[in-house]
């Protein structure tokens, strides 16, 4: 599979960046980060906000430089929340990973993806916005994976521009939908050093294989003339890449991962970054982040930004 071809099956190259003209919309105090809503632009007449949290400057030497983190939230159907959960604001308290790594020390972004928080339409619910916005993609001869790996981006261009993040130690981290976004995302940006994914990497032959509906960002537009979606996660080498799954997700069939995984790393191997690529089953656990996923989350980032 070739970075090109795939490129181009997405929707071509991403435009030039524009300024970010980002706005602070308001600062709160919590238990060891502090927590700041921004506003950014990703395209000239769209703009996204996002969750800032920064570890407390009583935690950190002055004028120093941390490493960051961007979190991509889930999808789970749950429109009308997006980066305050993985803020720790609202939703499922196993998903609050940002207090978590801000706690860390570790610089904090969490965006809203598009449809979700503060990116719903006015009249539009949520699953309808999200085929709408999908179709509208198709139609320009392009994919919803391609608009979200643009805002992705924008999301590290926001990150890069901040005086207190050291550009060189850049990682992201996601759930379900926010896995997606992470190794989708990985080939096209070389400034995310680090990545994990939590409970999603659906090859095409597991979707078809088992009926599986996944989001529309897990669909590539001819991509099966190219490979499969494990395929694709394997352009992110060299860069470090771990992916944890549940024995029992329904979603991420294990007796396709169990084949599938190790593709990835052999592919990983053939671009002389063997070792790069690392995966975790958890035999006790389903669509969630276990304990001992989350333990393995942690150990990855602090071994590696």
């Given at each position: 599979m070739k970075k090109t071809d795939v490129q181009r099956l997405l929707g071509g190259p991403w435009p030039e960046s524009t300024a970010l003209d980002v706005e602070s919309l308001e600062t709160l105090d919590r238990d060891g980060y502090l927590a700041e809503r921004i506003?950014?632009?990703?395209?000239?007449?769209?703009?996204?906000?996002a969750w800032l949290l920064s570890p407390k400057s009583s935690s950190k030497a002055p004028g120093s430089r941390l490493p960051a983190i961007a979190i991509w939230h889930q999808h789970n159907d749950e429109y009308h929340l997006g980066k305050s959960e993985s803020a720790g604001f609202a939703g499922n308290p196993m998903h609050h990973t940002g207090p978590l790594l801000a706690r860390e020390g570790y610089i904090v972004l969490c965006p809203d993806a598009l449809g979700f928080e503060g990116r719903r339409h006015e009249t539009l619910d949520g699953p309808s916005y999200e085929r709408h916005m999908a179709m509208h993609y198709i139609a320009a001869g392009k994919s919803l994976a391609w608009k979200n790996i643009l805002d992705n981006r924008r999301a590290l261009d926001y990150l890069c521009s901040r005086s207190d993040v050291d550009a060189s130690r850049i990682g992201c981290y996601g759930h379900s939908l926010g896995s997606t976004f992470t190794w989708l995302t990985g080939p096209w940006d070389n400034r995310l050093k680090c990545m994990v994914g939590n409970c999603c990497m659906p090859s095409q032959a597991a979707m078809d294989g088992t009926a599986i509906n996944h989001s529309f960002s897990n669909y590539i537009p001819g991509l099966n003339r190219n490979?499969?979606?494990?395929?694709?996660?394997?352009?992110?080498?060299?860069?470090?890449?771990?992916?944890?799954?549940?024995?029992?997700?329904?979603?991420?069939?294990?007796?396709?991962?169990?084949r599938e995984l190790p593709h990835v790393a052999a592919l990983y191997k053939e671009a002389g970054a063997e070792g790069s690529f690392s995966w975790y089953i958890d035999s006790n656990a389903g669509h969630e982040l276990s304990e001992s996923m989350k333990e393995r989350m942690l150990r990855v980032f602090h071994e590696n930004i």
């Open positions: 506003s950014y632009q990703l395209e000239p007449d769209e703009r996204t906000e490979g499969d979606i494990p395929d694709y996660v394997a352009l992110t080498a060299p860069r470090r890449l771990h992916l944890n799954f549940g024995a029992d997700d329904v979603l991420n069939p294990v007796e396709y991962l169990e």
